[in-house]
């Protein structure tokens, strides 16, 4: 697994959709109504931590990362994404990057979500989604004027369709809550 990105968020849950189905996602920003009703429905199902949720059409991962913290995000080179929020020991980059890697103690398969414009938004879901590009260059892109940074990303996908699961991992004194999205 290759180290991307961490994303930034104060609390509340992370949302991972095509970045079209993004730009209609409005979060909490000018009093709009997504990130309420998105936290209405996991309040509604206080048993799951993730889930598959339709956003603007496309269905998307709403991911809780169980409080205001960082999520690391890595990409595997056969496209695997893994988004880990960890608690380590001590910090450093080999644990992390192993627990991206190492087979689950626990998982929970989500089900699919579409990514037809090739760009996998990343985001804490108190943000909008409507600055996020629908193409980029480079394998990611940070979102600036965001309210708070490292935030919001674009991240380039190597497909049109991700198999998501909730997983647990360990490795030594460290664990990790991750998202795992396989090429499907």
């Not at 990362?65 to 995000?73: E, N, S």
């Not at 893994?82 to 608690?87: F, H, K, Q, Y």
């Amino acid at each position: 697994m290759n180290y991307f990105f961490s994303l930034n968020a104060e609390g509340g849950p992370l949302l991972c959709v095509d970045a079209g189905a993004a730009a209609r996602w409005n979060g909490a920003v000018d009093d709009a109504q997504d990130y309420g009703n998105l936290c209405a429905a996991i309040d509604a199902q206080p048993e799951f931590s993730a889930m598959i949720t339709p956003i603007a059409g496309l269905p998307g991962v709403v991911w809780e990362m169980q409080g205001a913290g960082t999520a690391d995000v890595f990409v595997a080179d056969d496209g695997r994404v893994a988004v880990l929020r960890a608690w380590l020991s001590q910090d450093t980059n080999e644990d992390l990057k192993e627990l991206a890697d190492t087979k689950p103690v626990s998982r929970r398969v989500l089900g699919v979500i579409d990514v037809p414009s090739g760009v996998l938004a990343v985001f804490w879901s108190v943000e909008s989604g409507r600055t996020i590009p629908q193409h980029i260059d480079s394998r990611f892109r940070q979102i600036d004027g965001t309210a708070i940074k490292g935030s919001v990303f674009a991240l380039k996908a190597t497909t049109s369709r991700y198999t998501c699961c909730d997983e647990l991992v360990k490795v030594r004194n460290a664990h990790a809550r991750r998202l795992t999205m396989t090429p499907s």
